[in-house]
């Protein structure tokens, strides 16, 4: 099963927002609800933002939101805060027991 | 919520094998599924297998097959992951992550086992 496809980096000004894509296929985005995403300092092992496409684990700030159309999720972090930058991935069922990573974006706060 | 506790890095040689252990503190994991999840240097991150709370069934990654064994104690406090002859490639951070069961999400994590190979 192939990667999910994220682009390599994404940035914004403090306050902004941005919006990561992750484009799979009707056999893991397209076809399962089954969407998250986690983001990942450096050093750190990750933590999910996301889950169920668009609901957000207890804690979690409200800046960040989910969603989906088709084939690719998307994730958007509103008010872009120094705290955020790091690596986001999305991760997505993929039928018969198995999941898919997309390939990571990397986010910077300019 | 279980807590997640990792073995120490750990340095190999090329065709030697490697077992990390990921301990549950605070509830057993007959109660969730045990994702292992590995993150070679600079890399993203790349989905291996699950371990079911039935503690013998399990599911690989097609890349993993043959290459990768879980197994649990019977207590169902302790999960362990190996990989076999080792190569260049396989030196990554490997985590462990549980899933309550049917909900599609990892949390909490592992801190993570950075394993190295050299000769």
């Known amino acids: 099963q192939s990667a999910l496809t994220q682009p390599a980096s994404v940035s914004g000004s403090p306050g902004q927002s941005i919006t990561i894509s992750c484009t799979g296929t009707?056999?893991?985005?397209?076809?399962?609800?089954?969407v998250s995403w986690y983001q990942q300092h450096p050093g750190k092992a990750p933590k999910v933002v996301i889950y169920d496409v668009t609901k957000r684990p207890s804690g979690v700030s409200n800046r960040f939101s989910g969603s989906k159309s088709g084939n690719t999720a998307s994730l958007t972090i509103s008010g872009l805060q120094a705290e955020d930058e790091g690596d986001y991935y999305c991760c997505s069922y993929g039928g018969r027991s198995n999941y898919v990573f997309g390939t990571g974006t990397k986010v910077a706060v300019l | 919520q279980v807590q997640l506790v990792q073995s120490g890095a750990e340095v190999k040689k090329p065709g030697a094998s490697v077992k990390v252990s990921c301990k549950a503190s605070g509830n057993t994991f007959s109660n969730y599924y045990v994702h292992w999840v590995r993150q070679a240097p600079g890399q993203g991150l790349e989905w291996m297998g699950v371990?079911?709370?039935?503690?013998?069934?399990?599911n690989y990654a097609q890349n993993f097959q043959g290459k990768v064994t879980l197994s649990r104690d019977t207590s169902a406090s302790t999960v362990y992951m190996e990989v076999s002859s080792l190569r260049s490639e396989d030196a990554a951070v490997y985590y462990c992550a549980t899933e309550v069961p049917y909900t599609g999400w990892f949390d909490p994590w592992g801190q993570g086992t950075l394993v190295t190979v050299s000769s």
């Open positions: 371990m079911y709370p039935s503690g013998v069934d399990t």
């Open positions: 009707s056999s893991d985005v397209g076809g399962h609800n089954f």
